[in-house]
């Protein structure tokens, strides 16, 4: 009798969240983890695995179904673990193996997916492989990207090409012990692997096999439109947008990112994810892009198994001077209207390269765009701290340690600095705003946090994090999972979208976001299944309609930068309905199996 308790109440749960056509990835919630920022447990100032097992419950409390977590991987941390000297080993700054085991556990225990990342374009030049290569040992030689140099007429040698890297300077650095130039997109400490060796192909193979035989659900996949060179090393042509000869942007990268050969890697990645869960649970393993390309070359990696690119258009291509009609068209409709077909959406707000929310935006547009991100249709991702809208903290130079604006001078480091996004997360108004029992962090707690934090926000009758969590309940429900989805601009600046399920109007939801400064009236007539009278469902903490408020379809205020979700009541009938439904069904699958 226990057991059929439990497996009545699994279908009942799995009733409710996932629909039978969609597997468990399609509408996830992703919540991204900077394992240094997020909790410290032995008060080293440095976030690491036991402090972020230990605060697993946050992210059930927030809705989240999904981790992903920056690499934790061993490292000399010259680009904070984005250069890994071991990929199957953890840093020490962050635990050890157990600690990661126990961290899976615990996860799984909470029904959380943990995706890790995987950075295949380079290792460390500590990696033992790069020192094999620089030595001239086989089979690892040829394992990184090397080349002899171009001879000059007077016999000089010098860098093969004009290659410049993302963090500044040429992509070139010469070894004076193998006697050759290798390749580095990033720091010269981050040397390109080579793909086009079949050994290094075999050696990535092996390292997400190693890391899903520990229990992970799938991998964030870093830079990928790096992966492959062109193999006959042409100098890129000038962009003619900057004249500064060591600035990245200086060239088109027509021959170092975009590869054809790239997408074929992926492919090959994609088959060994099937391949593994079919030997195993028939569990999907997941694959998600990090491509900053342009739009055609990004969504390509659908086409060649990527599970998703991550969209990045809320990122690049719109920011807070848009206009409501640039962000409909530049941000939500280009990725909608150009998915292939049957490929699952994503939206992503930052992460740790970019500015928080609140200070690339504004702090009132933190619940507007939460509400985008959490109701358009596929995946979320959320990067920590955003579930409270925490802002950039300015780091002085004395402090500064990202390896982009540490390359800079005093005067300049600051426009290239992803450190002002990557402060601890702000828990409470205790030490280290909760992070850790240090007065010293590795990077300082904003100042802001005695009033910025999760704990104040959770005792508030309103706030960011109280909207956040409504936010990811209404996303559980069909008609977000599901629903059709329909972008209309509604006045200059106001977005609405609603989400409709074709079997009931009575449960769409609308959507509606002022990206300007002022109050705007705007009319829903435009959406012909709209009732008449709606219930404000969800407000943004600055709104002036606030929950439970009825307003009329042809005339509802929106105040500066608010976002609203109006439904057509403030009760979520449909999940009554369901869950009489379920009952009646797994009673009818009980019955039918002879329990
Ligand atoms: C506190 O953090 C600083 C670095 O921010 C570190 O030097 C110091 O050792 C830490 N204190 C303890 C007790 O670990
Ligand atoms: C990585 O670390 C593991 C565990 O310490 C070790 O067994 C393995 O040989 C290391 N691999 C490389 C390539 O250094
Ligand atoms: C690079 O130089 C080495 C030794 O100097 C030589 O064996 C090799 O063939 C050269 N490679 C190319 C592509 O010219
Ligand atoms: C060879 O030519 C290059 C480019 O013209 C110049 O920078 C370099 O100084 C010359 N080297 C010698 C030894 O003359
Ligand atoms: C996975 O699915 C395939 C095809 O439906 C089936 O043959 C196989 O037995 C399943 N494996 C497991 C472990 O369930
Ligand atoms: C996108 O990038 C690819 C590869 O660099 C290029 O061929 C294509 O013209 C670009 N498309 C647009 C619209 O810029
Ligand atoms: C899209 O999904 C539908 C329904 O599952 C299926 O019939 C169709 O073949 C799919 N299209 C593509 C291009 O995969
Ligand atoms: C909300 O309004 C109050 C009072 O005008 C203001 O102090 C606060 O900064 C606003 N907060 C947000 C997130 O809009
Ligand atoms: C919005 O308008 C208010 C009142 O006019 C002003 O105080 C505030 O600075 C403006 N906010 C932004 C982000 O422009
Ligand atoms: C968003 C992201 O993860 N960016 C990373 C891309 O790869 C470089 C090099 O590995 C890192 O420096 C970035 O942080
Ligand atoms: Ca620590
Ligand atoms: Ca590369």
């Known amino acids: 009798m226990k057991g059929v308790r439990i497996l009545l109440l699994v279908a009942l749960a799995s009733w409710n969240s996932v629909n039978a056509d969609l597997e468990w990835w399609q509408t996830t919630s992703v919540y991204q983890i900077y394992p240094r920022s997020w909790k410290d447990s032995d008060g080293d100032?440095?976030?690491?695995?036991?402090?972020?097992?230990?605060?697993?419950?946050?992210?059930?409390?927030?809705?989240?179904?999904?981790?992903?977590?920056?690499?934790?991987?061993?490292?000399?941390?010259?680009?904070?673990?984005?250069?890994?000297?071991?990929?199957?080993?953890?840093?020490?700054?962050?635990?050890?193996?157990?600690?990661?085991?126990?961290?899976?556990?615990?996860?799984?225990?909470?029904?959380?997916?943990?995706?890790?990342?995987?950075?295949?374009?380079?290792?460390?030049?500590?990696?033992?492989?790069?020192?094999?290569?620089?030595?001239?040992?086989?089979?690892?030689?040829?394992?990184?990207?090397?080349?002899?140099?171009?001879?000059?007429?007077?016999?000089?040698?010098?860098?093969?090409?004009?290659?410049?890297s993302f963090f500044g300077g040429s992509a070139w650095t010469w070894s004076?012990?193998?006697?050759?130039?290798?390749?580095?997109?990033?720091?010269?400490?981050?040397?390109?692997?080579?793909?086009?060796?079949?050994?290094?192909?075999?050696?990535?193979?092996?390292?997400?096999?190693?890391?899903?035989?520990?229990?992970?659900?799938?991998?964030?996949?870093?830079?990928?439109?790096?992966?492959?060179?062109?193999?006959?090393?042409?100098?890129?042509?000038?962009?003619?947008?900057?004249?500064?000869?060591?600035?990245?942007?200086?060239?088109?990268?027509?021959?170092?990112?975009?590869?054809?050969?790239?997408?074929?890697?992926?492919?090959?990645?994609?088959?060994?994810?099937?391949?593994?869960?079919?030997?195993?649970?028939?569990?999907?393993?997941?694959?998600?892009?990090?491509?900053?390309?342009?739009?055609?070359?990004?969504?390509?990696?659908?086409d060649y198994g990527a599970h998703f690119p991550f969209n990045f258009r809320f990122i690049r291509s719109v920011d807070s001077s848009s206009t409501a009609q640039e962000v409909k068209e530049l941000a939500i409709d280009a990725w909608l209207d150009n998915l292939p077909d049957n490929a699952t959406a994503d939206w992503v707000l930052g992460n740790h390269d970019n500015s928080r929310v609140a200070s690339r935006y504004t702090p009132e547009q933190v619940d507007a765009l939460n509400m985008i991100n959490l109701l358009l249709p596929g995946v979320s991702v959320t990067y920590y701290g955003e579930e409270i809208g925490m802002e950039d903290e300015s780091i002085s130079w004395e402090d500064t340690v990202d390896p982009q604006a540490c390359n800079q001078d005093e005067d300049s480091y600051e426009s290239n600095s992803r450190d002002p996004a990557r402060t601890p997360m702000q828990w409470d108004t205790t030490t280290s705003a909760g992070f850790s029992t240090n007065e010293s962090t590795w990077l300082p707690v904003n100042s802001n946090y005695l009033t910025l934090n999760l704990a104040a926000q959770i005792d508030a009758d309103v706030s960011h994090y109280k909207v956040f969590q409504d936010l990811t309940t209404l996303r559980k429900e069909t008609v977000i999972q599901e629903g059709t989805v329909n972008v209309q601009l509604l006045s200059d600046n106001v977005i609405c979208f609603s989400r409709e399920l074709e079997s009931s109007s009575e449960d769409a939801v609308f959507v509606l976001t002022n990206f300007a400064n002022n109050t705007e009236t705007v009319s829903l007539d435009v959406f012909e299944n709209a009732p008449d009278s709606l219930v404000v469902y969800i407000a943004s903490v600055n709104s002036t309609l606030t929950a439970g408020t009825a307003v009329s379809r042809s005339s509802v205020e929106v105040s500066a930068y608010a976002g609203l979700v109006l439904r057509t009541s403030t009760e979520s009938s449909a999940n009554v309905l369901i869950s009489t439904a379920t009952l009646t069904l797994c009673m009818a699958f009980l019955v039918s199996h002879q329990f």
Request: glycine letters at 6%; charged letters at 25%.
């Open 45 to 164: 100032g440095i976030g690491d695995l036991p402090g972020i097992e230990s605060k697993l419950q946050h992210l059930v409390d927030s809705g989240i179904d999904t981790f992903w977590l920056s690499p934790i991987y061993e490292s000399p941390m010259v680009d904070f673990g984005y250069d890994i000297s071991n990929f199957t080993s953890i840093d020490p700054i962050f635990g050890t193996m157990d600690d990661f085991d126990n961290l899976v556990a615990t996860a799984k225990s909470l029904g959380l997916k943990v995706i890790m990342d995987l950075v295949p374009n380079h290792s460390s030049d500590e990696h033992e492989w790069f020192v094999k290569s620089l030595a001239g040992t086989e089979p690892y030689s040829d394992y990184y990207v090397w080349h002899n140099g171009t001879e000059l007429e007077n016999g000089t040698i010098t860098v093969p090409n004009n290659w410049i």
């Open 176 to 302: 004076s012990a193998r006697q050759a130039y290798y390749l580095h997109q990033y720091t010269e400490e981050q040397p390109d692997l080579n793909y086009r060796n079949e050994y290094v192909v075999q050696e990535m193979k092996d390292i997400i096999e190693f890391w899903l035989d520990r229990g992970i659900d799938g991998f964030r996949v870093d830079t990928i439109m790096t992966l492959v060179e062109d193999a006959s090393f042409p100098d890129e042509p000038l962009s003619g947008t900057t004249d500064d000869s060591t600035d990245h942007d200086y060239l088109l990268h027509y021959y170092t990112e975009d590869q054809i050969e790239t997408y074929e890697v992926v492919a090959e990645w994609r088959e060994l994810l099937d391949d593994y869960a079919f030997k195993t649970d028939n569990v999907t393993r997941i694959m998600m892009m990090e491509a900053y390309s342009n739009l055609t070359m990004t969504l390509l990696y659908y």
